[in-house]
T-cell receptor, first 116, second 115 residues
Framework: DAGVTQSPTHLIKTRGQHVTLRCSPISGHKSVSWYQQVLGQGPQFIFQYYEKEERGRGNFPDRFSARQFPNYSSELNVNALLLGDSALYLC???????????????FGPGTRLTVL | AQSVAQPEDQVNVAEGNPLTVKCTYSVSGNPYLFWYVQYPNRGLQFLLKYITGDNLVKGSYGFEAEFNKSQTSFHLKKPSALVSDSALYFCAVRSWNSGNTPLVFGKGTRLSVIA
């Protein structure tokens, strides 16, 4: 079975631009979470979606938004990019989202975003 | 609020020796605890988790972790390190008292196994 896939793998943008990152979860997984990993730090939670509804949001500005589609794939959008948005963006899927915190999350390879 | 501390930025160990990567946590209520490993230019790979039951949890690639409630620790261990174990290791926690709490990660510990 295919794991979590993300596209693109690398992306270079300039300040003020917007970006859309995409994620396809493992087949059968209905929960998708997004994380930002800045160099030298652990992943920071951005969003969780379950059954196409937002179920959690981390401490990120409104420039960050996301959605989940009927096929459970997801997009993360970031507007008005700042230099500090440069990071590895990780998508993770799990079998069940809300109410089943013991399920481990399976991570994709990430999208490396560089903002110049 | 949930938090994870990994007190060592780097751990060096000789191949064949036992290794320990330390993790302590803070969470309201009972914890779910996880260890992930990250190889260069790769996403995080799940190693093991503690939910309930035996304090010693066995995971992938010969790794194990010991849950200690009194010390709020969940140290990762392996009896005999391999050079291929060299990677970045992350401990993570979430509270099972609230189903929607996010997974909180430590800052990571870089393990270097020397041949």
């Amino acid at each position: 079975d295919a794991g979590v896939t993300q596209s693109p793998t690398h992306l270079i943008k300039t300040r003020g631009q917007h970006v859309t990152l995409r994620c396809s979860p493992i087949s059968g997984h209905k929960s998708v979470s997004w994380y930002q990993q800045v160099l030298g730090q652990g992943p920071q939670f951005i969003f969780q979606y379950y059954e196409k509804e937002e179920r959690g949001r981390g401490n990120f500005p409104d420039r960050f938004s996301a959605r989940q589609f009927p096929n459970y794939s997801s997009e993360l959008n970031v507007n008005a990019l700042l230099l500090g948005d440069s990071a590895l963006y990780l998508c993770a899927s799990s079998f069940v989202g809300a109410g089943a915190s013991y399920n481990e999350q399976f991570f994709g390879p990430g999208t490396r975003l560089t903002v110049l | 609020a949930q938090s994870v501390a990994q007190p060592e930025d780097q751990v060096n160990v000789a191949e064949g020796n036992p290794l320990t990567v330390k993790c302590t946590y803070s969470v309201s209520g009972n914890p779910y605890l996880f260890w992930y490993v990250q190889y260069p230019n790769r996403g995080l790979q799940f190693l093991l988790k503690y939910i309930t039951g035996d304090n010693l949890v066995k995971g992938s690639y010969g790794f194990e972790a010991e849950f200690n409630k009194s010390q709020t620790s969940f140290h990762l261990k392996k009896p005999s390190a391999l050079v291929s174990d060299s990677a970045l290791y992350f401990c993570a926690v979430r509270s099972w008292n609230s189903g929607n709490t996010p997974l909180v990660f430590g800052k990571g510990t870089r393990l270097s196994v020397i041949a």
